[in-house]
T-cell receptor
Framework: SAVISQKPSRDICQRGTSLTIQCQVDSQVTMMFWYRQQPGQSLTLIATANQGSEATYESGFVIDKFPISRPNLTFSTLTVSNMSPEDSSIYLC???????????FGPGTRLTVL | GQQLNQSPQSMFIQEGEDVSMNCTSSSIFNTWLWYKQDPGEGPVLLIALYKAGELTSNGRLTAQFGITRKDSFLNISASIPSDVGIYFCAGLTVQGAQKLVFGQGTRLTINP
């Protein structure tokens, strides 16, 4: 398995501000992902974080709203920009090791936007 | 896009009962994963299935990868209070960039 930590674990933010969420993995991984889980809902993939290049975003998610960085094989950040109450969700980092196709999740960051 | 239909959406059972939930799709998947999520936590991987027809157990949990590659089920035997939570199935897509697609979840409640 992989040990994944996220910071912050939760935050309450004001409308119009931005929050950067960090994800750290205990070992190098091939693939890193960011998911959103709205209250009472399932998980939705925001983007695949690519090391050394721009992230690959899913339909409905754009780089200006959710800029992502991945400077190395163990770390990534997701920024939620110009936040509105609709952005209140749990944001989850996830990783997959190359050959096993098994995917693990971090503990999540619970974001509330007022 | 590809979707997984997970059922039931919720279950209310007595402690000690067996539980069964399943996921179906119109699309084929390479891998099926089953997760459990407790309140305030991220999903925790329970069982991973890699081959059509595969039947895998993890303690009181048993899961199968459907022979058509379009479905999977999870059984929990002799439920205990700590089994309470939300269970998600997830399938790894076949074509293009492999992505994990999630079912809607099954919320399990256990009456002691």
């Amino acid at each position: 398995s992989a040990v994944i930590s996220q910071k912050p674990s939760r935050d309450i933010c004001q409308r119009g501000t931005s929050l950067t969420i960090q994800c750290q993995v205990d070992s190098q991984v091939t693939m890193m992902f960011w998911y959103r889980q709205q209250p009472g809902q399932s998980l939705t993939l925001i983007a695949t974080a690519n090391q050394g290049s721009e992230a690959t975003y899913e339909s409905g998610f754009v780089i200006d709203k959710f800029p992502i960085s991945r400077p190395n094989l163990t770390f990534s950040t997701l920024t939620v920009s110009n936040m509105s109450p609709e952005d209140s969700s749990i944001y989850l980092c996830s990783v997959r090791r190359g050959s096993t196709d098994t995917q693990y999740f971090g503990p999540g960051t619970r974001l509330t936007v007022l | 896009g590809q979707q997984l239909n997970q059922s039931p959406q919720s279950m209310f059972i007595q402690e000690g009962e067996d539980v069964s939930m399943n996921c179906t799709s119109s699309s084929i998947f390479n891998t099926w994963l089953w997760y459990k999520q407790d309140p305030g936590e991220g999903p925790v991987l329970l069982i991973a299935l890699y081959k059509a027809g595969e039947l895998t157990s993890n303690g009181r949990l048993t899961a199968q990868f459907g022979i058509t590659r379009k479905d999977s089920f999870l059984n929990i035997s002799a439920s205990i209070p700590s089994d309470v939570g939300i269970y998600f199935c997830a399938g790894l897509t076949v074509q293009g960039a492999q992505k994990l697609v999630f079912g809607q979840g099954t919320r399990l409640t256990i009456n002691p």
